[in-house]
């Protein structure tokens, strides 16, 4: 099974409302990566945890709170988002994390529309 | 630091073409370079990675890519282009010296495929 699950797969909120994106696999990896994605851009990396612990914060405001509860789960929490957060949230997992020729495998991604 | 730039934003091929979608890459240090596709409203996929093993790496669905040293170059080719091949390529480059694993991708090329 290489496949990793977002949900859910579209979102539209308020930017007073507080939400949270789920992102969960079950290939054993250690490593979990937030991505965001513009359209017609490139994905920017946000967050990645490896090991359960945040070890890259792409300076990312602080409206938007990772979370990882174990290793085949991670939360993004939001939080008085503008409309220019919306965008394609990609989650990703890698086996360790740490070794940087190591392959992601993406999930589809949650669709955000910030009103 | 590492960087990829990926020559045309658009490309477009007869099917049963050629495919080439060119990617140049800036690093200090012996680069990890990708492949990765993106279909329409899904995540990204690996097509291939480049892990200095050999120079000319064999991908999934027919694609392959060169390492050139002397060119700064990592072209993606696949021979015979079918319709199931439009989607978003991206090319990446891993970023050694980073806590975890960290990827910076190139801005895309968009292949279409006419009939």
């Known amino acids: 099974d290489t496949e990793v699950t977002q949900t859910p797969k579209h979102l539209v909120m308020g930017m007073t409302n507080k939400k949270s994106l789920k992102c969960e696999q079950h290939?054993?990896?250690?490593?979990m990566y937030w991505y965001k994605q513009k359209a017609k851009k490139p994905p920017e990396l946000m967050f990645v945890?490896?090991?359960?612990?945040?070890?890259i914060n792409e300076s990312v405001p602080s409206r938007f709170s990772p979370e990882c509860p174990n290793s085949s789960l991670l939360n993004l929490h939001l939080h008085a988002l503008q409309p220019e957060d919306s965008a394609l949230y990609l989650c990703a997992s890698s086996q360790e994390g740490t070794i940087i020729f190591e392959t992601q495998y993406f999930g589809p991604g949650t669709r955000l529309l910030v009103l | 630091a590492q960087s990829v730039t990926q020559l045309g934003s658009h490309v477009s091929v007869s099917e049963g073409a050629l495919v080439l979608l060119r990617c140049n890459y800036s690093?200090?240090?012996?680069?990890?370079l990708f492949w990765y596709v993106q279909y329409p409203n899904q995540g990204l996929q690996l097509l291939l990675k480049?892990?200095?093993?050999?120079?000319l790496v064999k991908g999934i669905n027919g694609f392959e890519a060169e390492f050139k040293k002397s060119e700064t170059s990592f072209h993606l080719t696949k021979p015979s282009a079918h319709m199931s091949d439009a989607a978003e390529y991206f090319c990446?480059?891993?970023?050694?010296?980073?806590?975890?694993?960290?990827?910076?991708f190139g801005s895309g090329t968009r292949l279409s495929i006419r009939p």
């Open positions: 945890y490896s090991y359960e612990k945040l070890s």
């Open positions: 690093s200090s240090v012996p680069p990890y």
């Open positions: 990446a480059v891993s970023a050694p010296g980073s806590s975890a694993s960290k990827i910076i």
């Open positions: 480049y892990t200095s093993a050999a120079t």
């Open positions: 290939m054993g990896h250690r490593a």
